[in-house]
């Protein structure tokens, strides 16, 4: 099974700051069509998750654009700049590349 | 708007069956994987069973292999989960997801308890 390592589990920033979570994967991304299947996901406190960014690097519709993610094959990050109250709650990593399919075990943000 | 509505949570004992029901509405339902995925109270998220657009091509974990079954109804735009010889560990939230996470409905509790 692909593990799924996040980092760091929790983090707390101020309104405005930016923030970097960290998603490394025990085998590579990269499906045999050439596509990197690596998603990032937000759960709002109380809230079912919701695909912040699909594909490594693209946006979903309508999540603002302070949302980015990067990287390749088996190290990915997803940066959040000026960090807004909204922004709070769980993000993961998730891989649908190879079965089973796996989640990272979360980061929560908190704002101070 | 991309709409899913699960139904059919609830308590149940262990070893005994369950159904689970996701309606959509808000897209083209036969053009999309679906999936159900599961999160145990205060836990994160679990991958629980996936199907093709047309059913013919199901997955699951190794955790329910052999206990749980993925069905879809296309004419019906609904997603199915056939829970059978539960457990104490299936306890969760359980959602329905389309493709690649890009739809989530409110997701409906299981609890699995004598």
């Known amino acids: 099974d692909v593990v799924m390592t996040q980092t760091p589990p929790s983090l707390s920033v101020a309104i405005g700051q930016s923030v970097s979570i960290s998603c490394k994967s025990s085998q590579s991304l990269v499906y045999s069509d050439g596509k990197t299947y690596l998603h990032w996901l937000l759960q709002s406190p109380g809230r079912s998750p919701k695909r912040l960014i699909y594909q490594v690097s693209n946006l979903g519709s309508g999540v603002p654009d302070r949302f980015s993610g990067t990287g390749s094959q088996k190290d990915f990050t997803l940066k959040i700049s000026r960090v807004e109250a909204e922004d709070l709650g769980v993000y993961y990593c998730a891989q649908t590349t190879h079965f089973p399919l796996t989640f990272g075990s979360g980061t929560k943000l908190e704002i101070k | 708007e991309v709409q899913l509505v699960e139904t059919g949570g609830g308590l149940v004992q262990p070893g005994r069956s369950l159904k689970l029901s996701c309606v959509a509405s808000g897209f083209t339902f036969n053009n999309y994987w679906m999936s159900w995925t599961r999160q145990a109270p205060g836990k994160g998220l679990e991958w629980v069973a996936s199907i093709t657009n047309s059913g013919g091509s199901t997955y699951y974990p190794d955790s329910v292999k052999g206990r749980f079954t993925i069905s879809r109804d296309n004419a019906q735009n609904t997603l199915y989960l056939q829970m059978n010889s539960l457990r104490s560990e299936d306890t969760a939230t359980y959602y329905c997801?389309?493709?690649?996470?890009?739809?989530w409905g409110q997701g409906t509790l299981v609890t699995v308890s004598s």
């Open positions: 997801t389309r493709g690649y996470y890009d739809g």
